[in-house]
Every structure is written in C-alpha cells, then in structure tokens.
C-alpha cells in the first residue's frame, strides 16, 4: 500500500498504481484532487483520494509501506516538518520507504523574503507556491528531523535547474 502525500493532480498517484500499487492519495486542494480524481475515470485505478492536511492523516497506524512527499513537507515551519514526520512515522509499517523532498540552504531562494520563523521564509506578494512557508535545512538538520529514520540515500542536488536545490532521500522507517 502506497501513500501519495500532497498529490497535487495526481501524477505519482496515478505512475504508482498503474505500476501495481493499491494508493491512497491525500492533499489539502480540493480543486487538485478533483482533477486528479477526474484522471481516474479514463481507466481501471486503484487510488483512494482524500482531502487532508499534511498534519493531520485520517488513516491508521502502520498502514502504508511506501509514502512519497514530493515537494510538500517543507511548506511551513519546523515545528509544522516535525509534526508531520511524526505523522508519516505513525503511518509507515515498520521497514516502510518514504521518499521525498527537502529544501536544501543551497538553494538560491534560502533566506529571499520575509522570515517568518527560523529558517522559514515567505515571499510576500508571490502569487504561486513562493506565497507559502518554505522551510530550508542541512544535512545535520536533516538527519536530526528523521530520527527514527534509517536514510538510505541523501542527495543535495539541483531539482529543476540552476540553484534550485533540493534534498532528494530515500529513508526506511526503523
């Protein structure tokens, strides 16, 4: 069982249970996961679309054996990245995969905006993602926020080009 976090519209959902995966795929867009719920009517999937918070799972302990957050748990501070991955710990079967996403202070847009909390920037007036909390960390915060985590593969790298790095893991749940 495989858990999409932050779906969007839908594309990993959908890659993971055409490759045979039962998915639950959760977001807070409403909007997104209507569209993506749309995608599922063309063919035969198994994905279950919930609307969520990142915070707050509507799903049982130890359910899930993979879960992707691709550019989702760093919008908003640290204590909104801790309380999250405590969700996903909650949720992941013991010897489970999480892959995902983490925004690297390599990345050009570290400390751009207004810094609403340590380490957590926001830039005003932005009308696309840039508008959210984006949290920026190193390695050695990294890996004090996965405790609990074995990290299997840990990348600083650029995600979409020049500048925009990215850490990029693969963690199992101990």
């Not at 489970?96 to 830039?123: C, D």
């Not at 959210?132 to 299997?152: I, N, Q, R, T, V």
Request: glycine residues 10%; negative net charge.
């Amino acid at each position: 069982m495989a858990l999409d976090l932050g779906c969007g519209v839908g594309r990993h959902s959908l890659f993971l249970a055409s490759s045979g995966f039962s998915v639950v795929a959760m977001d807070a867009s409403l909007a997104g996961v209507a569209f993506a719920r749309s995608l599922t009517f063309a063919g035969d999937c198994n994905v279950l679309f919930l609307i969520a918070l990142m915070t707050e799972f509507p799903l049982r302990d130890c359910s899930f054996d993979y879960l992707l957050a691709w550019n989702v748990i760093y919008h908003g501070n640290r204590a909104i990245v801790e309380h999250t991955l405590g969700e996903i710990r909650r949720v992941l079967r013991p010897g489970g995969f999480f892959q995902g996403t983490m925004l690297s202070k390599r990345n050009l847009n570290y400390r751009q905006g207004r810094e609403i909390a340590p380490e957590t920037f926001v830039l005003d007036g932005a009308d696309d993602d840039k508008a959210h909390p984006h949290f920026y960390c190193d390695s050695g915060e990294l890996k004090s926020l996965f405790a609990g985590f074995d990290m299997l593969r840990l990348r600083d790298c650029e995600h979409d080009g020049p500048g925009s790095n990215h850490w990029h893991f693969v963690a199992k749940k101990i």
